[in-house]
């Protein structure tokens, strides 16, 4: 397989594998999912602690790092949190929206059909002003503060 008509390099699975993630996304701008979580979308930050530290966190925002997020939001594990429905509105967010993208696909093949994720991860977020708070909030809790 090959990138464009006009490039004859290759395309890596990943690639391949990220694009057909995205084709079943209606993936979000950051203002517009901070929209949609004042308006009840549960926003998922599935960034590893050490770069929520270092960075920070989406004030509400349900933090579950990328290994058990499946467990944890399909309506029917045992494992699921409180929030986790069929027709939840998920926006899931990492650093920079490409690890956001397999995981909303991820969801969505689990069940979760209105799971999406933010163009551009937390950097896009906080590069557009959004409210953030210091992180090192333990994965299963909720960042610090209430959406604003």
Do not use: K
Request: net charge negative; proline share 7%.
């Amino acid at each position: 397989m090959t990138g464009t008509p006009h490039d004859s390099s290759p395309v890596s699975g990943v690639d391949r594998l990220l694009a057909a993630a995205r084709a079943r996304l209606d993936r979000v701008p950051p203002a517009t999912a901070f929209d949609e979580q004042r308006r009840g979308a549960l926003l998922v930050d599935i960034r590893p602690q050490a770069q929520r530290e270092a960075e920070g966190e989406v004030p509400g925002a349900l933090v579950l790092e990328r290994n058990v997020l499946e467990w944890r939001l399909d309506p029917l594990s045992d494992a699921r949190v409180p929030e986790a429905a069929a027709d939840l509105r998920v926006l899931v967010l990492c650093q920079e929206g490409y690890t956001s993208s397999l995981a909303a696909a991820a969801l969505q093949d689990v069940g979760v059909g209105a799971a999406t994720d933010v163009v551009g991860g937390f950097a896009a977020w906080a590069a557009e002003g959004l409210p953030t708070v210091p992180g090192g909030t333990v994965a299963g809790g909720r960042s610090g503060g209430e959406p604003a």
